[in-house]
């Protein structure tokens, strides 16, 4: 099953190169309210960029999260096993449209209980190095609410749409920053 390409794998590398920010989440935040719920023994971040929320759950429990993230070498190894709970927080809306189908029907192998998923639903403050804005799909909740449950045998628990925006430091343009969290258990 392919869930990339190798161009756009290498776009994402000089991305994380370049941009010391991207990919760096620490910090549970809303996650928190989901591990004290169903109290899991194991999490895979899936998307994990440099590793920050890997690092931060490890510190709670040493070896009990493992990262993946093809465009960083050091989590770029699939995992050989399902956890208990995966986190993936903006990531979704990276993957190249052509592997989407692809790629949740992989995280439907890689979680045993509970799966929490942040998506953005519009452009990104960063482009590729290629020059395309790094968020390959802006849809809105209603596209990916059916695509969800078409390709991950679980259900849908908990589903939020936070609205926000993000000013432009230069311009002073307000832009878009709406997220959908969605929790899914099997």
Not at 27 to 42: A, E, H, M, R, S
Not at 121 to 144: F, S, V
Request: with cysteine.
């Amino acid at each position: 099953m392919t869930l990339y390409s190798k161009e756009y794998v290498n776009q994402l590398n000089r991305l994380h190169e370049t941009k010391q920010t991207f990919g760096s989440r620490t910090g549970l935040g809303d996650i928190q309210q989901w591990v004290d719920k169903y109290q899991p023994q194991t999490f895979l971040d899936y998307g994990c960029g440099k590793g920050g929320l890997v690092n931060t759950l490890n510190d709670i429990k040493e070896g009990c999260c493992i990262g993946y993230d093809p465009g960083i070498a050091q989590y770029a190894v699939e995992p050989s096993a399902p956890a208990e709970m995966l986190i993936s927080t903006d990531v979704l809306e990276h993957i190249e449209p052509e592997f989407i189908d692809n790629v949740l029907q992989h995280i439907n192998g890689l979680f045993t209980r509970v799966a929490y998923l942040l998506i953005a639903t519009c452009p990104a403050k960063k482009a590729l190095p290629d020059g395309r804005n790094a968020h390959l799909i802006q849809q809105e909740p209603d596209w990916w609410r059916p695509l969800l449950l078409k390709n991950i045998d679980a259900k849908i628990v908990d589903e939020k749409y936070k609205l926000g925006s993000w000013t432009n430091k230069k311009t002073g343009q307000e832009h878009p920053n709406n997220k959908f969290i969605v929790v899914m258990e099997k």
